[in-house]
């Protein structure tokens, strides 16, 4: 039979003092105070659950009394009863606890916070704009659990009624995946930002970036040269025609990328869109390009240091600002050359994965794309510098039409 404890006291637990050790003074079914060499008086239950031996601290004393500890003692013994362990029960308890007043805020910018080392520059600076500007001004300060479905069709009905379809798209998608990250950390127990795509605004026809026919094209550098323009505006605008690079590529590239003497230019995953890095074959014009700009911005990190703080890149409207100065709005933007490019070489019958690797595309095959790992640099170095020697001959041959100095 278990050894009879007898019941304490409040006296007993006032007169009990430190001693060099830990000691305990027991007031049966598990409960006892341990009386520690500082003084302090702390209550503990010690109890077993699944045949394993366990300690549950109950606070201290005097601010838990004899009878609030016996209090939470039996509380802790029909937890037993019902076949819970009331440790775990305590767990659970305080992170519900901690969830019920977790705000959309919290958990967005943590999952922000956890997923901007793995994104594209670009998508990076996306995400946080649409944080700041529309999802947490919109329902950053509820409570995870009171943001209902219709919560999220509202205000992603806001975003479309600004005619910004795209970005409403972006918003649904970010949606689902901040309370996707919240069903994995335990916090919300279903995603109501689920099936958001049912109820979206009809999307508009598809517009492609704009871009003239390669016939206009020594017309349009012809006038990049004498536009009131940066200098530096002007040789980005060639090098996109060069390269087919994405704007946003070339406007955040550092010198460290470039190897003039290679003629390479390789740019890490990081900054890539598809997440891989990215070799760039530099045709000769290319070349003589960056020679020139060092000079001008050798000295900075990036190739296109901005005018008023070098150590960040261009504005991502210069480009499509000066296009428009030049009298080219809505007919070519920075992105539109990539289209030329690729409009002109699938015309000219080179190899279509040449092509895409020029441009940085995945294969719309997913499991092809996942197992070629072939750049083909050396091919596309033969195909860009072929490129870029038509639009000198082009160019060349538009000026001797018009009897005007070579301007290419």
């Known amino acids: 039979m278990p050894r009879k404890v007898t019941p304490l006291t409040d006296s007993a637990i006032k007169a009990a003092k430190p ?55 039996s509380e802790a013994r029909q937890l037993m009863a019902d076949g819970k362990d009331p440790g775990a029960a305590r767990q659970a308890a305080r992170q519900a606890q901690k969830v019920e007043g977790l705000t959309f805020e919290t958990l967005a910018r943590e999952w922000f916070a956890y997923n901007a080392p793995r994104w594209a520059e670009s998508t990076t600076y996306k995400a946080k ?45 970010w949606l689902h995946q901040i309370f996707r990250y919240g069903l994995a950390k335990g916090v919300v127990d279903s995603n109501p930002a689920t099936d958001l795509d049912v109820v979206a605004a009809p999307a508009k026809a598809p517009r492609h970036h704009p871009h003239v ?37 070339l406007r955040a590239a550092p ?17 890539m869109k598809a997440r891989r890095p990215h070799a760039v074959p530099l045709p000769s014009q290319a070349v003589e390009i960056l020679r020139q700009l060092q000079p001008i911005t050798g000295e900075y990190p990036l190739v296109f240091a901005g005018q008023q703080n070098t150590e960040r890149p261009m504005s991502e409207n210069t480009i499509n600002k000066a296009l428009r100065l030049m009298g080219y709005e809505n007919r070519q933007t920075g992105h539109g050359f990539r289209h030329l490019l690729s409009t002109e070489l699938n015309g000219r019958g080179y190899n279509k994965d040449w092509i895409e690797r020029q441009l940085a595309h995945g294969d719309s095959d997913g499991i092809r794309d996942t197992y070629n790992h072939a750049n083909y640099l050396e091919q596309r170095r033969g195909m860009m510098q072929a490129w870029a020697d038509s639009i000198d001959a082009l160019c060349a041959g538009a000026n001797s039409n018009v009897q005007l100095m070579r301007a290419c």
Not at 159 to 173: D, F, H, M, S, W
Not at 219 to 247: F, G, H, M, Q
């Open 129 to 173: 704009l649409y944080l700041e500007n529309d999802l947490i001004p919109g329902i950053g300060a509820r409570p995870l659990k009171s943001i209902t479905r219709p919560d999220l069709v509202e205000l992603v009905r806001k975003v479309e009624a600004r005619g910004t379809l795209n970005a409403a798209g972006k918003i649904r998608q």
């Open 255 to 271: 010198w460290a990328e470039f190897d003039l003497d290679a003629a390479t230019w390789t740019i890490p995953k990081e900054r």
């Open 19 to 73: 001693q060099e050790k830990p000691y305990k003074l027991s007031d049966g079914e598990g409960l006892y105070l341990e009386i520690m060499p500082i003084g302090s008086k702390l209550w503990r239950l010690k109890y077993r659950h699944l045949g394993k031996e366990n300690r549950l601290a109950l606070g201290s004393y005097p601010e838990v009394t004899l009878m609030q500890a016996r209090k939470k003692r």
């Open 213 to 249: 026919a390669l016939s206009e094209l020594p017309e349009l550098l012809a006038k990049c040269d004498s536009a009131n323009i940066n200098k530096l505006t002007r040789y980005a605008i060639r090098l996109l025609v060069l390269t087919a690079v994405r704007p946003g590529e």
